[in-house]
């Protein structure tokens, strides 16, 4: 196991109605007015956005409203946001949403008392101060509402890029009701479920020897996020099972299961191009990228995948190649019954420019890229190809 330092400040507050307490919680943290930052709708047409205006009203807490976030978040609607943060004066940010609500609030955060371009952080400049934020959750999934984390497009030449710093970008608190995400469309919860475990795969695939603990939280974080899926698939308002997925969302994301261990992050980085390129949601992009990049390795190096197969799927060979693949077939077929894609056709892409593909990743991430097997531009062409499934 390597050393590590592991702080998680965010302060979670999980449960039935939490969403009422945002007044008080920005109050705790000092804010006076905040910048509510909001999608593309959901949150007001389910009441959302309207419970936690009164609950910010009664605190006493001024607010100002940006909306229209959309899915994979764009520069321009930072820009904006940092423009009207100063306007307005607030001292904090409330996301009320999924990943790309929070990570454009993120990044607004970031720009807000800085003097240069906002998006000069994506370029490898390290954010020192930004405005605090704190989170609404709506859909488990992408884990940023406890993450240091966040990933904007920049329109001009369609670049997704993810920043990371762990201390000033993180949540000051984040509200977890899981009755928020009962009015989830089905591909949404499934598109989360798939990005989650994705995180978890990320870290999974190390080449860290003497992790057993984190390759145990892995695993059983893992083995419930399947178990507690389907039950929301037969059940779209069981309560624990709502309960049990937001939670893994936040676990499989906020460091718990990489400490001490090289992380890979090389599937996330040929996602992203898939995101930025032609729009698709995030996870459901994992849902083809990641058995594909699983197949590559389990040719060059199978031992982890097969640790995989044989601990969360249970496939009984004591060959790792074949156990490797048998684990990734089991994957696929839980994809398959959470209704998601498994290859680039059925992701809607079934024409995918991978010269460019390839070119934009290697521009973005650099070559090599990824830590379990450092992937060239050849590996990449191969995993992109995989992935179309024919
Ligand atoms: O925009 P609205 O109308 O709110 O609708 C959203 C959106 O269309 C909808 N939705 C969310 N909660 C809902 C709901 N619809 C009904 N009921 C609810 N309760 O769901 C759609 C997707 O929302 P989005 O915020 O895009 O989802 P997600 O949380 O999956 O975020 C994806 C983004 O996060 C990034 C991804 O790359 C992507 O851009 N990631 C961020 C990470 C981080 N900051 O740590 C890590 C991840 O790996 C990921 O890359
Ligand atoms: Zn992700």
Redesign the pocket.
């Known amino acids: 196991m390597n050393n590590f330092f592991f702080c998680t400040p965010t302060k979670y507050v999980f449960g039935r109605d939490v969403e009422n307490e945002a007044g008080q919680r920005i109050i705790d943290e000092g804010g006076t007015k905040a910048l509510i930052v909001?999608?593309?709708?959901?949150?007001v047409r389910?009441g959302l956005l309207d419970r936690v205006t009164k609950s910010l009203e009664k605190a006493g807490i001024a607010h100002c409203l940006l909306s229209g976030?959309q899915?994979?978040?764009v520069d321009t609607k930072v820009y904006e946001g940092i423009k009207m943060a100063r306007a307005e004066r607030c001292d904090f940010i409330l996301a009320v949403?999924?990943?790309?609500?929070?990570?454009t609030a993120k990044a607004i955060a970031a720009g807000v008392p800085y003097d240069g371009d906002f998006w000069d952080f994506f370029m490898g400049r390290k954010v020192e101060r930004a405005v605090p934020v704190g989170v609404v959750l709506?859909?488990p999934?992408?884990?940023?509402e406890g993450?240091g984390?966040?990933?904007i497009t920049r329109l001009d030449g369609l670049h997704k890029i993810?920043i990371r710093s762990p201390y000033a970008l993180r949540p000051k608190f984040a509200l977890m009701n899981p009755e928020?995400?009962y009015?989830?469309?089905f591909s949404?919860t499934s598109?989360?479920v798939a990005?989650m475990m994705s995180?978890i795969f990320e870290r999974y695939f190390t080449n860290t020897t003497g992790v057993e603990i984190t390759d145990r939280i892995c695993e059983g974080a893992l083995k419930a996020i399947i178990t507690e899926a389907l039950k929301i698939k037969a059940n779209p308002t069981d309560y624990d099972a709502r309960a049990n997925i937001m939670w893994s969302g936040t676990v499989a994301?906020n460091g718990i299961c990489g400490v001490g261990r090289e992380e890979d992050w090389a599937s996330?980085g040929l996602e992203?191009e898939l995101?930025a390129v032609y729009g698709v949601t995030?996870?459901a992009g994992l849902a083809v990228i990641f058995p594909a990049w699983m197949t590559f390795m389990a040719e060059r190096k199978p031992a982890r995948g097969a640790q995989l197969a044989r601990r969360v799927f249970d496939i009984d060979d004591d060959d790792d190649r074949s156990a490797a693949i048998k684990g990734i077939e089991r994957l696929k077929a839980f994809y398959r019954e959470m209704e998601l894609p498994t290859n680039l056709a059925e992701l809607g892409i079934p024409d995918a420019d991978i010269d460019l593909l390839v070119e934009k990743v290697h521009e973005n991430k650099g070559t090599p890229f990824g830590s379990y097997v450092p992937l060239y531009p050849d590996d990449s062409r191969r995993i992109y190809e995989t992935a179309k499934g024919v």
């Open positions: 909001i999608g593309g709708g959901s949150v389910s976030i899915p994979n978040p949403g999924g990943g790309s609500v929070i990570d709506t859909i999934a992408a884990g940023s993450s984390n966040t990933v993810s928020l995400t009015t989830l469309p949404q598109a989360g990005d995180h994301h996330h992203h995101s995030h996870g």
